[in-house]
């Protein structure tokens, strides 16, 4: 079993719709997690950064950590066109100062 | 622009040689990691630095790889007598350190093997 697991979709979505993008993780040791956004030939860019369980809301985004389950999720109210891109999940037991483990990633589009 | 600078984007190499990939973090971060992406798969961890210490390096291939943050200068990772296995995107983070401080990446180097 895979530490981290993320439907690497593609995911099509019309304008305006609400995205939910999810992981499942096996490590209980996982207290930080992140979502990262990754734009073709780009690096990836930290969206959210949560500890523990909950939920954090950031403009349109909100992101929900549920330990219990092992699951995490991500969704994007009101989606435009520009939030077409590669969503990264990833955690790890310290945070910022270790590595990071991450999902393969899930290709979402959002269309016109 | 403050953020994580990478260099060369993009380089291309021939079996054999040596490929040098360089990291300067963002302002303030003495913390640098390295990860690898091949295509269709996720960022893999690679090494963690800090000044002139390498932290944790699980994620190195044993051989050809090496990684260095000296006390003056970027980041380099290094790989010598490449392989086309090597071919992949290079990205490298930085933080502050510290549990509460994500990482930040850089846009990544582009490694092609010929």
């Known amino acids: 079993q895979k530490e981290v697991e993320q439907d690497p979709g593609p995911l099509s979505v019309p304008e305006g719709a609400i995205v939910s993008l999810n992981c499942t993780y096996s490590n209980s040791a996982f207290q930080y997690f992140m979502w990262y956004r990754q734009y073709s030939r780009k690096g990836p860019e930290l969206l959210m950064y949560?500890?523990?369980?909950g939920n954090k809301e950031d403009g349109r985004f909100t992101a929900q950590v549920d330990k219990s389950s092992k699951y995490i999720s991500l969704f994007i109210r009101d989606s435009q066109p520009s939030d077409s891109a590669t969503y990264l999940c990833a955690m790890s037991p310290q945070g910022g100062s270790e590595k990071l483990v991450f999902g393969k990633g899930t290709k979402l589009t959002v269309n016109p | 622009n403050a953020g994580v600078m990478q260099n060369p984007r993009h380089l291309v190499r021939r079996r054999g040689q040596e490929a040098r990939l360089r990291c300067s973090p963002m302002k303030g971060h003495s913390h640098v990691y390295w990860y690898r992406q091949l295509p269709e798969e996720g960022l893999k961890f690679m090494v963690y630095?800090?000044?002139?210490?390498?932290?944790?390096e699980s994620g190195m291939p044993k051989e050809r790889f090496s990684a260095e943050f000296p006390k003056e200068g970027p980041s380099i990772l290094r790989i010598q007598q490449v392989v086309r296995g090597d071919s992949a995107a290079y990205f490298c983070?930085?933080?502050?350190?510290?549990?509460?401080?994500?990482?930040?990446f850089g846009d990544g180097t582009r490694l092609s093997i010929l």
């Open positions: 949560t500890y523990s369980s």
């Open positions: 630095l800090q000044k002139e210490n390498i932290i944790d």
């Open positions: 983070a930085s933080s502050s350190g510290g549990a509460g401080w994500p990482q930040h």
